[in-house]
């Protein structure tokens, strides 16, 4: 699996929309770039996956550079909730033996 | 739908004991997996299975850490004999193994491990 470079840590105001970004730049075509995030105590949770095209769900958008090699996370409207460690891993998507391999991760504080 | 759950939440032992970790993932997963997530790092893959086969157990420290996965549903991961380097959250996950899917792993809550 491709790795992925993510900036340790960053701060974001409530109600504002906060970007996280992640460089991929070895991904290979098939690998397709996730997003869990981990609030503390509790296991990772998967947020969205997207390919090339962009992706929205009801918690996050995921902007994909054309070339494929950054990306980034986009929460709308950040609410304290949102405060966690965020993963960006880049895989081939649901196939048998599909693990996925975690690095670091950006810890986001989300501040009143 | 039930989520993937693990026991116990916590547990303490000393140096050289032995302890064992309880996974029941998602009714239907045919793919589960143990990480284990040391303080401050993310989490590293220690085993997964396929079924009740092994697919990947690379980073499993086989010396003292053993699992196994009987009727390819529950699954149970051991340490024999522990070090303190295994404090840690010990991660389950499961996942659907279908081309058609997401590919996503749920997480259980974790079972945390400190080694005196």
């Known amino acids: 699996d491709a790795k992925t470079t993510q900036p340790p840590s960053m701060d974001c105001a409530e109600g504002r929309a906060a970007n996280l970004p992640c460089n991929h730049s070895t991904i290979s075509g098939n690998e397709y770039v996730y997003w869990y995030r981990q609030i503390h105590s509790q296991g990772p949770q998967y947020i969205i996956h997207?390919?090339?095209n962009n992706e929205t769900n009801e918690m996050a958008s995921l902007i994909i550079t054309e070339d494929r090699k950054s990306s980034t996370l986009i929460l709308p409207h950040a609410t304290l909730r949102d405060t966690a460690v965020y993963y960006c891993i880049v895989r081939v998507a649901a196939a048998a033996g599909n693990k996925l391999t975690f690095g670091g991760g950006t810890r986001v504080l989300v501040k009143p | 739908e039930a989520g993937v759950a693990q026991s116990p939440r916590y547990k303490i032992i000393e140096k050289r004991q032995s302890v064992a970790f309880w996974c029941n993932p998602i009714?239907?997963?045919?793919?589960l997996y143990w990480y284990q997530q040391i303080l401050g790092q993310g989490p590293k893959l220690l085993i997964q299975f396929q079924n009740n086969g092994v697919v990947d157990d690379s980073q499993l420290p086989k010396d003292r850490f053993s699992a196994e996965r009987l009727k390819g549903v529950d699954s149970t991961l051991k340490i024999q004999p522990a070090k303190l380097e295994d404090s840690a959250v010990y991660l389950c996950?499961?996942?659907?193994?279908?081309?058609?899917?997401?590919?996503?792993?749920?997480f259980g809550e974790g079972s945390r491990l400190t080694v005196l």
């Open positions: 009714s239907g997963h045919a793919t």
């Open positions: 997207g390919l090339k």
């Open positions: 996950a499961s996942s659907l193994t279908s081309v058609a899917g997401t590919g996503e792993l749920f």
